[in-house]
């Protein structure tokens, strides 16, 4: 579910709607912070969760009063470990964020919508005054958070003192992209809400086998966005994948002429071939996609990466390739083998530098003789 989106449709039949954001935590809670309950209908039903039991009931009862006042709350609880009878059993508390979001707000949410398509990380700039009225809402592309000139613009619009935006605070709302958590920076009569937002990695899978299919199942549910290629009319149909899915049946190297491979691509090569995959992975290596994959043996993996290092290839880019493909969890079926591939593309999208289950990491012994050769 895509919250921006949801918010968007929900608008075009109402004035008004609900958006409660966990904006911070302590301790165990039932729900983190970044999460979305959407509150539309006058306060009759919901979307998104922010992690059930009796706090979703005051959430509704709280939305209800809003609806049409222009008012925001804070609402502040307090978990206790005995209270599995209301459905949570925590100990821990949270902060949560009830504004109403109107139509004059659309196009905000639509550049939102936009950059996450794209692939495009973002940070959500809140600008809460003490007397709980939103002053200010603004989102910060990836590209502009490494520019100060929409800082300045932003803080004059919102009559908050220039100085509060230098060094430090730049770097903050950096940091919170890259750590992936919400930050509250206080200031005199209100407070920054900093929240990441992070875009719908594309996954272009090259092969519309078995484990093509299971692998956009699981990706596409875990939020990339996914594009099957195949130069088989049958393989390249979308019955054969999850609805959203895109398909294209074309010859596997001038597709690179018509689809935009990005630094937020993923590639995974898993044709019928090993010629295919060797064309692939070579025109792949050319590209800035974040993440390449080929599916394959040892062996195979070390006569495709000779055959290519013969023919000119980089050895520093082809040390980042991930083949044999996947995490070491012992898969066998196709299923299986579509989890290890998925959890690698969730670990690398998640910034997680750990490779003790890399199946990759096999091929080290490899370069390091390629290098003594050369």
């Keep these: 579910m895509d919250i921006n989106q949801e918010i968007v449709s929900a608008l075009e039949a109402e004035e008004c709607v609900i958006l409660a954001t966990i904006i911070s935590t302590s301790g165990s809670t039932p729900a983190s912070a970044l999460s979305k309950m959407l509150i539309k209908n006058g306060g009759s039903s919901s979307l998104g969760t922010v992690g059930g039991g009796c706090?979703?009931?005051?959430?509704?009862?709280?939305?209800?009063?809003?609806?049409?006042?222009?008012?925001?709350?804070?609402?502040?609880?307090?978990?206790?470990?005995?209270?599995?009878?209301?459905?949570?059993?925590?100990?821990?508390?949270?902060?949560?964020?009830?504004?109403?979001?109107?139509?004059?707000?659309?196009?905000?949410?639509?550049?939102?919508?936009?950059?996450?398509?794209?692939?495009?990380?973002?940070?959500?700039?809140?600008?809460?005054?003490?007397?709980?009225?939103?002053?200010?809402?603004?989102?910060?592309?990836?590209?502009?958070?490494?520019?100060?000139?929409?800082?300045?613009?932003?803080?004059?619009?919102?009559?908050?003192?220039?100085?509060?935006?230098?060094?430090?605070?730049?770097?903050?709302?950096?940091?919170?992209?890259?750590?992936?958590?919400?930050?509250?920076v206080p200031l005199t009569g209100g407070e920054l809400i900093f929240e990441p937002l992070h875009g719908h990695p594309h996954l272009i899978i090259f092969g519309g086998g078995h484990v093509s299919a299971w692998i956009s199942h699981f990706a596409s549910s875990s939020g990339f966005r996914v594009t099957v290629v195949d130069d088989r009319e049958e393989y390249a149909s979308p019955s054969r994948f999850p609805e959203g899915?895109?398909?294209?049946?074309?010859?596997?190297?001038?597709?690179?002429?018509?689809?935009?491979?990005?630094?937020?691509?993923?590639?995974?090569?898993?044709?019928?071939?090993?010629?295919?995959?060797?064309?692939?992975?070579?025109?792949?290596?050319?590209?800035?996609?974040?993440?390449?994959?080929?599916?394959?043996?040892?062996?195979?993996?070390e006569t495709t990466y000779r055959r290519l290092l013969e023919q000119g290839a980089d050895l520093e880019r082809l040390r980042r390739v991930h083949a044999p493909i996947g995490l070491e969890i012992g898969a066998i079926t196709p299923e299986e083998i579509a989890v290890s591939i998925v959890a690698q593309l969730i670990r690398i999208r998640r910034n997680i530098d750990d490779s003790a289950n890399d199946k990759s990491e096999v091929m080290c012994s490899f370069f390091a003789k390629f290098l003594v050769q050369s």
């Excluded at 925001?72 to 100990?91: R, S, Y």
């Excluded at 794209?118 to 502009?144: M, N, P, Q, W």
């Excluded at 491979?261 to 295919?276: D, E, L």
Aim: charge should be neutral.
């Design 55 to 184: 706090m979703e009931g005051e959430m509704f009862a709280a939305a209800r009063k809003m609806v049409g006042s222009g008012k925001t709350a804070v609402l502040t609880f307090h978990l206790k470990e005995d209270e599995f009878i209301q459905g949570l059993i925590c100990g821990g508390s949270l902060d949560i964020l009830l504004e109403p979001i109107t139509r004059e707000q659309v196009p905000l949410f639509n550049r939102i919508k936009s950059l996450s398509d794209d692939g495009h990380d973002s940070l959500l700039v809140t600008y809460l005054g003490s007397d709980c009225t939103i002053r200010g809402k603004e989102v910060f592309s990836d590209a502009e958070l490494a520019s100060e000139t929409k800082f300045v613009s932003i803080a004059e619009s919102w009559n908050v003192p220039l100085q509060i935006f230098h060094t430090e605070i730049k770097e903050m709302m950096q940091q919170t992209v890259q750590r992936n958590e919400t930050r509250r």
């Design 245 to 301: 899915v895109r398909t294209i049946q074309s010859d596997f190297l001038e597709v690179f002429k018509t689809i935009s491979v990005t630094s937020a691509t993923y590639i995974v090569i898993v044709t019928r071939g090993h010629r295919f995959d060797e064309e692939i992975l070579g025109r792949s290596l050319k590209t800035s996609a974040r993440y390449i994959g080929m599916i394959g043996s040892r062996r195979k993996v």
